[in-house]
Nanobody
Framework: QVQLVESGGGLVQPGGSLRLSCAASGSIVSIGLMHWYRQAPGQERILVAT???????NYADSVQGRFTVTRDNAKNTVTLQMNSLKPEDTAVYYCNADLISTDRILRNYWGQGTQVTVSS
C-alpha cells in the first residue's frame, strides 16, 4: 500500500523559514509530478508548487521567490523550503503525487497534511 507522509510543519514567526518534507513509501514503480498544496481555514485547497521527475518546477504567484520545491527520486521524497514566511502562509500543507504502484495503475495520492502557522 502506498503512503505519502509529510513532516516539518510548526509555528514560526513572520520572516522565518520552515522546511517541509514528504516521503512516499510502499510498492512504488514510478512517480510522476509531485505537488504541494495548502488549505487555509474556510478556504479552498490551492496548488502551491509542483516539481517534475526531471526537476522542472512551477509555483503559485503568492510564493514565487520565497518557496523552493525539490525532489529526490532515489528516495521518493519531495521537499518544500519556505522562506520569508508571512501570516497569510498559515495553512495545512499537503503533499500530492501521481504515481504507479506494482499493479501498474496510475493513481493520485494525498498525504495527511501538516500544519504551518506563521504568527508573532
Amino acid at each position: 500500500q502506498v503512503q505519502l507522509v509529510e513532516s516539518g510543519g510548526g509555528l514560526v514567526q513572520p520572516g522565518g523559514s520552515l522546511r517541509l518534507s514528504c516521503a512516499a513509501s510502499g510498492s512504488i514503480v514510478s512517480i510522476g509530478l509531485m505537488h504541494w498544496y495548502r488549505q487555509a481555514p474556510g478556504q479552498e485547497r490551492i496548488l502551491v508548487a509542483t516539481v517534475s521527475g526531471t526537476g522542472s518546477t512551477n509555483y503559485a504567484d503568492s510564493v514565487q521567490g520565497r518557496f523552493t520545491v525539490t525532489r529526490d527520486n532515489a528516495k521518493n521524497t519531495v521537499t518544500l523550503q519556505m522562506n520569508s514566511l508571512k501570516p497569510e502562509d498559515t495553512a495545512v500543507y499537503y503533499c500530492n503525487a501521481d504515481l504507479i504502484s506494482t499493479d501498474r495503475i496510475l493513481r493520485n495520492y494525498w498525504g495527511q497534511g501538516t500544519q504551518v502557522t506563521v504568527s508573532s
